[in-house]
Each structure stands twice: as structure tokens, then as C-alpha cells.
């Protein structure tokens, strides 16, 4: 009933600049904080960025000063603006959600995960 979809990957040069979007769809009541995670085979997925509802963001100390998180609160949207990339931040980021929803008018919290988009830096 609740599908969060993630685009805007991809491969880039060391340097570059990508914006990625997730989309949250379904009975959505309400989106409370939304957050972009990352991964890398062999490593626990991390914390990227994480914006509240109010617009309070919390950046991993990797990318301060060079990603910026942002969303549409009318449009259940989470964004990631990603500069001077890094070899280092090639990884799948993963954007989850934390959704109050309408479960067969009940309302149902919980947490929800897209399923991954691929950004690679070259260097």
C-alpha cells in the first residue's frame, strides 16, 4: 500500500553533482522524518541526511558542506543534492520514511525503505 520509489542515480566524475529524489505513494497520513541511508557491499547501511517534517536536517560528518537534504512536504518528496562528489561516496542510497498510513482505516506507523539507487564516482 506504501511504495517509496528513488531516482536520479547514477555515474558521475569526481567533482560532480547529482540530486536525488524519492517519492513516497500510498494512503499516506503523514511523513514524519524521511532520510537518505547509503551502502556498500560488505559494510552497514549509514546515515547520510535526515530532514523532519519542520525542516530540521542532520547531516554524517562525510557530507557536510557538500549535500544538502530538502523535501516537498505536499508531495511526500525527499530530495538529496550531492556536490563535489567523492570516489567515496559511490554507494546504493536507500531513502526511507518514517509514514503514519491508512491500513484499512486504522492508522499504522512505521518505518519504509525505497528500494535503492546506484551512484557511482568516478576519480
Known amino acids: 500500500q506504501v511504495q517509496l520509489v528513488e531516482s536520479g542515480g547514477g555515474l558521475v566524475q569526481s567533482g560532480g553533482s547529482l540530486r536525488l529524489s524519492c517519492v513516497a505513494s500510498g494512503t499516506i497520513i503523514r511523513a514524519n522524518t524521511m532520510a537518505w541511508y547509503r551502502q556498500t557491499p560488505g559494510k552497514e547501511r549509514e546515515l547520510v541526511a535526515s530532514?523532519?517534517?519542520?525542516?530540521?536536517?542532520e547531516y554524517a560528518d562525510s557530507v557536510k558542506g557538500r549535500f544538502t537534504i530538502s523535501r516537498d512536504n505536499a508531495k511526500n518528496t525527499v530530495f538529496l543534492q550531492m556536490n563535489r562528489l567523492k570516489s567515496e561516496d559511490t554507494a546504493v542510497y536507500y531513502c526511507n520514511a518514517d509514514l503514519v498510513i491508512d491500513y484499512y482505516s486504522a492508522y499504522q506507523a512505521g518505518y519504509y525503505w525505497g528500494q535503492g539507487t546506484q551512484v557511482t564516482v568516478s576519480s
Open positions: 530532514i523532519t517534517s519542520g525542516g530540521s536536517v
